[in-house]
């Protein structure tokens, strides 16, 4: 009788094969790792875009910024995910121009779902937001201003909570001349930030914050100064960072929307009310018979497409058109532009001011048309002809 041989696998071939597996396992789990964390903060940045180009419509529609919503509060709860905007806690009266808002992005408001309104790590992003931003119309939108600081290290000055006064870690600076940069435009009107995989600092779902960052670099996006940090990822035990922000200065909100013509662009807004002004002024000039306005522009004028008052100047040594000169500038009315800065610009070399001129005879033209006009603005007698040869 033929006995049957089994075959198997001994004890010595199963350790073998599961010291390899371990060995394979072992060299795979870091790469497995690695590309669950790059997928993540991938899908956190396309989330980050998302919530921009929700926030670009939402100006384009509202000529405004959204208020944050608030943080704390629990799913179902009147508010949630909607910005806030009771009297004081966002568009207050008196907005302050040093002041900033801090909460989660108003995905609600945004038009965006709940999830989308999550981080990777199914977190809420932080919003932050100048306060005056979120109180501009359609005849302020243009004079968007920044007031908000981004830097790549943790030496931020007690200086650098206003702008102006730039560090060498400083990544949203014009110049590294402290004074320079009042006259610039590249401070962060929104600063939008994912809290990365540690989620130090952020919100949860449920409206519950996770604890507070210990080390400098993090806890500086978590207060409520005009100062943030973006820097590369550090897994130090004392100072970690993995936090992502989006930073936007009015440029990168105003630029798009002026391009589409959802709203007019700074330099458009300014040409009109330059004209506006001169026109103005002229009619001023005629219902008063002619006389100048020693200053201007009249009380209640607009302000340029950057948020900045317009300067008068009248270049006639006469108080009354009608006893100039034919053919002079009776006064021009000039915006500083884009910088800010009367004539040429120290940084640059370069001059933006933006002038329109009034001629004196224009003027005298129409006095002569009113029924009762002073004699000095009679017409000018006619030159005499010239001799005969």
Not at 32 to 48: F, M, P, W, Y
Request: proline share 11%.
């Amino acid at each position: 009788m033929n006995k049957k041989t089994q075959s198997g696998f001994s004890l010595i071939e199963i350790s073998i094969v599961l010291v390899i597996a371990g060995l394979l396992l072992s060299g795979l789990l870091p790469l497995l790792t690695a590309q669950r964390t790059n997928a993540a903060i991938s899908a956190t940045r396309t989330k980050g875009e998302a919530i921009v180009t929700a926030l670009m419509s939402f100006v384009a529609r509202n000529h405004r910024l959204p208020c944050p919503a608030i943080a704390d509060l629990a799913p179902n709860t009147a508010g949630y995910g909607i910005e806030e905007t009771t009297p004081g806690a966002c568009a207050g009266p008196t907005p302050d121009p040093s002041a900033i808002l801090r909460g989660i992005v108003p995905w609600i408001s945004l038009g965006l779902t709940t999830e989308q309104g999550l981080d990777a790590y199914h977190r809420r992003f932080t919003y932050f937001v100048r306060q005056q931003e979120t109180l501009r119309t359609p005849d302020t939108i243009s004079a968007m201003r920044g007031n908000m600081t981004i830097h790549s290290g943790t030496s931020v000055r007690p200086g650098l909570k206003s702008p102006g006064n730039p560090a060498g870690n400083q990544v949203n600076t014009c110049t590294d001349n402290p004074g320079d940069n009042n006259s610039c435009n590249l401070f962060a009107v929104v600063v939008i930030i994912s809290h990365g995989a540690n989620g130090s600092g952020a919100y949860l779902e449920t409206g519950s914050q996770m604890e507070l960052p210990t080390g400098a670099l993090e806890l500086e996006n978590t207060d409520d100064d005009l100062a943030f940090i973006d820097t590369g990822y550090s897994s130090s035990d004392t100072d970690p960072f993995d936090d992502m922000l989006i930073a936007l200065d009015p440029d990168d909100i105003l630029r798009p929307l002026a391009k589409d013509g959802s709203i007019p662009s700074a330099l458009a807004v300014t040409m009109d009310r330059l004209n506006l002004i001169r026109q103005v002024l002229v009619a001023q000039i005629v219902n008063n018979s002619g006389e100048i306005p020693p200053t201007g522009p009249p009380a209640g004028s607009p302000l340029d497409g950057w948020g900045m008052p317009f300067r008068y100047a009248k270049l006639i040594a006469e108080p009354n058109v009608c006893e100039a000169p034919p053919g002079e500038i009776t006064f021009t009315v000039t915006s500083r532009g884009v910088d800010q800065i009367q004539g040429e610009n120290p940084n640059t070399g370069q001059k933006d001011d933006i002038e329109v001129s009034q001629n004196n005879d224009p003027v005298r033209l129409i006095i002569q048309m009113q029924p009762a006009h002073p004699a000095a603005c009679d017409p000018l007698p006619a030159p005499p002809p010239p001799p005969p040869p």
